[in-house]
C-alpha cells in the first residue's frame, strides 16, 4: 500500500514509518521542505536496510498515498489540514496526533472535540477519517531491535478504513481493536497525557494500554 506519513520527521510520524517500512509498504515521509523529508528517508533507509521510502513535500506526498498518516505537532494541526485539504482529497486518513498542553501535561482539544473531529471537519462531511496510535509509544515504534507492545485503538465512522488500520497494527506485531465511532477520538486522544504522566510516576518510558476479556 502507499502510505504517506505527514509529520514523519517526528518521533510518532517517523517510528511509524519504520515499521510500515519493515512490513513493505510504500512509504513517503512527508515535510513541508523536501529536504528534510528526503533526509528522513535516508536515515529510514540506514535504519531498516529497505528503499521502499521515499521523501517529499507535504502536498507530493499526500497526491501519491492510498492512506494519509497526519502526524504533525498538534499546534500546527489546524493550519496542515486546511493547507493540504485539496491535495488529500477523498484519500482515507489516519490522524495520530494528539492536542497536548504543557505546565501541567492534560489533554487541550479543539472546539470540535478531538483532533481527529477536527480533520473530519476540515476535510469535509465524506472525508474517511479514523482515529489511532495514541496509546503506541512513538520511540518504541523507532526500535526495530524490539517487539513493540500493547493494544491498538482505533475510532472512526468507517469500518472498512478501521479494518485496515487494525490490520496495519497486526503487521507491527500489534493486537488491534475497533473502538467505535469518531466522536470516541475525544477519549483515545485524552489517554496519551495521562500515560505520559504515568511514566514519569513509574518510572518507566513505554506504559500502554491492555484489554481483557476479549
Do not use: W
Not at 30 to 44: C, F, L, M, T
Not at 119 to 145: C, P, Q, Y
Amino acid at each position: 500500500m502507499k502510505i504517506s506519513i505527514i509529520g514523519a520527521t517526528g518521533d510518532m510520524g517517523y517510528g511509524l514509518a519504520l515499521r510500515l517500512i519493515m512490513a513493505g509498504h510504500d512509504v513517503c515521509i512527508g515535510s513541508r521542505q523536501a529536504e528534510k523529508a528526503q533526509e528522513a528517508a535516508q536515515r529510514a533507509k540506514e535504519a531498516t536496510g529497505k528503499d521502499n521510502v521515499v521523501g517529499m513535500a507535504n502536498p507530493d506526498a499526500c497526491r501519491r498515498a492510498e492512506l494519509v498518516v497526519i502526524a504533525v505537532p498538534s499546534a500546527g494541526h489546524r493550519a496542515t489540514l486546511e493547507t493540504l485539504k485539496e491535495d488529500i482529497g477523498t484519500t482515507p486518513v489516519l490522524d495520530v496526533t494528539i492536542p497536548l498542553a504543557i505546565k501541567p501535561i492534560r489533554f487541550a482539544p479543539p472546539a470540535e472535540g478531538s483532533n481527529a473531529q477536527e480533520t473530519k471537519a476540515i476535510l469535509g462531511e465524506n472525508s474517511r477519517v479514523a482515529s489511532g496510535f495514541h496509546t503506541i509509544a512513538g520511540e518504541m515504534l523507532s526500535d526495530l531491535a524490539n517487539p513493540v507492545e500493547g493494544d491498538l485503538l482505533v475510532a472512526g465512522d468507517d469500518n472498512e478504513l478501521i479494518d485496515m488500520i487494525l490490520e496495519l497494527g497486526r503487521e507491527m506485531g500489534l493486537r488491534g481493536f475497533n473502538a467505535g465511532r469518531l466522536h470516541h477520538a475525544v477519549t483515545l486522544e485524552s489517554l496519551t497525557p495521562m500515560l505520559i504522566g504515568m511514566n514519569r510516576r513509574y518510572g518507566k518510558r513505554h506504559i500502554g494500554i491492555g484489554i481483557v476479556g476479549v
